[in-house]
T-cell receptor, first 111, second 113 residues
Framework: QKEVEQDPGPLSVPEGAIVSLNCTYS??????FMWYRQYSRKGPELLMY????GNKEDGRFTAQVDKSSKYISLFIRDSQPSDSATYLC???????????FGKGTRLHILP | DTGVSQNPRHKITKRGQNVTFRCDPI?????LYWYRQTLGQGPEFLTY????????KSRLLSDRFSAERPKGSFSTLEIQRTEQGDSAMYLC???????????FGPGTRLLVL
């Protein structure tokens, strides 16, 4: 079992819909959780960064962490075609620890 | 633009040749990371530096790979005797320790023929 599991998709949703992206993990030591967005042939771009359990909101994006279930989510409200990209979850056990990435979920927002 | 930069952006080489990539981090960042990403996968950690010290290397980093950050600023990643399995996107990221937030460069796409 990989440390971080993420459905690769692709996930296609109509413009304006709410998108839900998820990851599960096996290492209970993970405390820092991130979501990156990666456009084709570009480097990943940090979207959200959270510590421990709880919710964090930034504009149309909301990140949720449930450490008891080892499950994290990213919600995108009012999705736009420009949100079409690969979304990578990432996590680490400590500030000084390396980051472990999921495989990424390819998202297509249909106009 | 004060983000992370990487050069070259693309590299095509023949099997057995040596290649070197360069990464220039965000100027005040003391940590620099190298990752490798293959199609359909997330980035995989290779190594990282704090200032000029190389603090950790992944077991993915075979003896053919070497990374340096001689003055704690830019870094180079060299692959000797390239193999077709080395074809991937090589990503560099930097951060300001102890803050975990890493900022990625655009990557160098390597194709080994």
């Amino acid at each position: 079992q990989k440390e971080v599991e993420q459905d690769p998709g692709p996930l296609s949703v109509p413009e304006g819909a709410i998108v839900s992206l998820n990851c599960t993990y096996s290492n209970s030591a993970f405390q820092y959780f991130m979501w990156y967005r990666q456009y084709s042939r570009k480097g990943p771009e940090l979207l959200m960064y959270t510590y421990s359990s709880g919710n964090k909101e930034d504009g149309r994006f909301t990140a949720q962490v449930d450490k008891s279930s080892k499950y994290i989510s990213l919600f995108i409200r009012d999705s736009q075609p420009s949100d079409s990209a690969t979304y990578l979850c990432a996590m680490s056990a400590d500030r000084d620890d390396k980051i472990i990435f999921g495989k990424g979920t390819r998202l297509h927002i249909l106009p | 633009d004060t983000g992370v930069s990487q050069n070259p952006r693309h590299k095509i080489t023949k099997r057995g040749q040596n290649v070197t990539f360069r990464c220039d981090p965000i100027s005040e960042h003391n940590r620099l990371y190298w990752y490798r990403q293959t199609l359909g996968q997330g980035p995989e950690f290779l190594t990282y530096f704090q200032n000029e010290a190389q603090l950790e290397k992944s077991r993915l980093l075979s003896d053919r790979f070497s990374a340096e950050r001689p003055k704690g600023s830019f870094s180079t990643l060299e692959i000797q005797r390239t193999e077709q399995g080395d074809s991937a996107m090589y990503l560099c990221a930097s951060s300001l320790a102890p803050i975990q937030t890493q900022y990625f460069g655009p990557g160098t796409r390597l194709l080994v023929l």
